[in-house]
């Protein structure tokens, strides 16, 4: 469907856009009607996307005008598209009204992880209205106060003052000071993130087994509920629970057997040497 706004009415949405009936066409289709649309309502504003231009025209250069002419932009960083961000720093470039928004769990590259970003989950309602609201909020607090700030607009500023008065330049060197510690503690953060994504990227069976092994110890001490042992094993048995009910699904938790487990039992049977 391609509509006609004026560009004072107009919030730009800059987005992966997908081919017909793929998924991240549905999902956009999605975030458009349901999120950025609501939230343009409530600003008078009208949400537009690419493929809703009805312009006759070159589609780039037409995007790149409304990019710069919209009165407000809403970029969904989901997916890390390259036009996305390039669309995106055009219009930081230009110091122009713009929130970001991504799916929860996307990466953002450094050069933009330092922005404001409302994360979300498309597929939950509250968090989808979560995510509206908060798109009102920031286009609201832009649109009363003018304040606009991006990476590009800083980096243009600091140069500036860089090569003005003494107090410019203090300025200057506090931005930059400001930026290398947001940079450091970013750094950090994302080192965290990965070593903690790390430890815990144990194979699924490994929890099979685990969940296995343990509901065979619990046979070998149920007959003994006032022993010692089986106060142990109960206790021993939360945690484990935790595990397997996070990696293993409970309904088939009977129906995956697991290969080492049954090497293991192979190898006892053939210890004891054949039956009589």
């Known amino acids: ?72 932009v809403v970029a969904d960083l989901t997916g890390l598209n390259p036009n996305v961000f390039y669309e995106v720093a055009v219009r930081h470039t230009a110091k122009l009204p713009i929130v970001l928004i991504a799916e929860k769990g996307t990466s953002l590259p450094f050069d933009i992880s330092q922005m404001r970003t ?9 968090d989808a209205d979560a995510c509206r609201m908060s ?23 600091v140069a500036s003052l860089a090569g003005g008065s003494a107090i410019e330049r203090t300025v200057a060197e ?15 953060y994302d080192l965290v993130q990965r070593n903690a994504r790390r430890s815990f990227d144990v194979p699924m069976a490994v929890y099979r087994d685990l969940d296995r092994s343990f509901q065979r110890v619990e046979l070998l001490v149920a007959d003994e509920p006032e022993s010692d042992i089986f106060e142990a094993v109960s206790e021993l048995g939360r945690p484990i629970e935790f595990l397997t009910r996070r990696h293993v699904s409970r309904d088939r938790r009977f129906a995956m057997p ?18 009589a």
């Not at 609501?38 to 493929?51: K, Q, T």
């Not at 487990?261 to 190898?267: A, D, G, I, T, W």
């Open 1 to 72: 469907m391609t509509v006609e706004t004026p560009f004072e009415k107009e919030c730009f949405f800059v987005a992966p856009i997908g081919e017909d009936g793929t998924e991240t066409r549905k999902r956009s289709d999605g975030v458009l009607q349901f999120i950025v649309s609501r939230a343009a309502e409530e600003l008078g504003l009208s949400a537009v996307r690419a493929d809703q231009i009805s312009s006759p025209g070159q589609i780039n250069l037409q995007v790149i005008e409304h990019v710069l002419s919209a009165k407000v």
């Open 118 to 126: 409302i994360f979300f989950d498309h597929t939950d309602l509250a």
């Open 135 to 157: 798109i009102v909020a920031q286009l609201s607090d832009v649109l009363r106060t003018g304040v606009v700030d991006s990476p590009i607009s800083t980096a243009i500023d």
């Open 174 to 188: 506090l931005v930059t000071t400001v930026e290398e510690v947001s940079r450091v503690q970013r750094d950090t």
């Open 258 to 275: 697991s290969e080492s487990f049954e090497r293991v039992s192979v190898s006892h049977d053939d210890a004891d040497g054949p039956s």
